[in-house]
């Protein structure tokens, strides 16, 4: 079992969170309904699974392979390690749709491992703003939740 630090977002449900790589200062941003500690425990089993420092020959093939998660990816391709301890929650949303949204935006906003965008496609015309200083983009987030993705 990892554990968080103390002040531990182990147990916060329906929230934003991001899994930082130890190695580069990439971090993979995904969302979930469940509290983080489980969701990063179903993370961590795919890249457990894949253990060991790659040869060459091994890298090249691993690869090849797409994996269930972007992080074992990263793992595989970068042959970089995890910083599971320091999972946090950067953001919080009860809502499924507008949690979504947030989550797209933290994609955008982070130098990420991630393979996708994210369920929620945020229009392009965001990103000079996504890209100013925080006071700008968090009155963005604010106002998130009132704009529900198209079903």
């Known amino acids: 079992m990892f554990r968080l630090h103390v002040g531990s977002d182990e147990e916060t449900p329906e929230a934003v969170y991001k899994i930082p790589c130890k190695n580069c200062e990439r971090a993979y941003v995904g969302e979930t309904g469940k509290p983080l500690g489980a969701t990063v425990k179903e993370c961590r089993v795919e890249v457990d699974s894949i253990t060991g420092i790659f040869t060459r020959a091994e890298k090249t093939r691993a690869a090849s392979i797409c994996n269930k998660s972007a992080i074992t990816d990263h793992v595989c391709n970068e042959n970089h390690v995890i910083d599971w301890e320091n999972a946090k929650v950067i953001d919080r949303e009860s809502d499924k749709a507008s949690r979504l949204i947030r989550e797209a935006i933290w994609i955008r906003k982070t130098d990420n491992m991630n393979r996708d965008e994210g369920s929620y496609q945020l229009s392009h015309v965001w990103d000079r703003l996504l ?7 968090k009155s963005v987030l604010m ?4 704009v529900k993705p198209k079903r």
């Open 143 to 146: 106002k998130a939740s009132d």
């Open 131 to 137: 890209h100013t200083d925080d006071r700008h983009w």
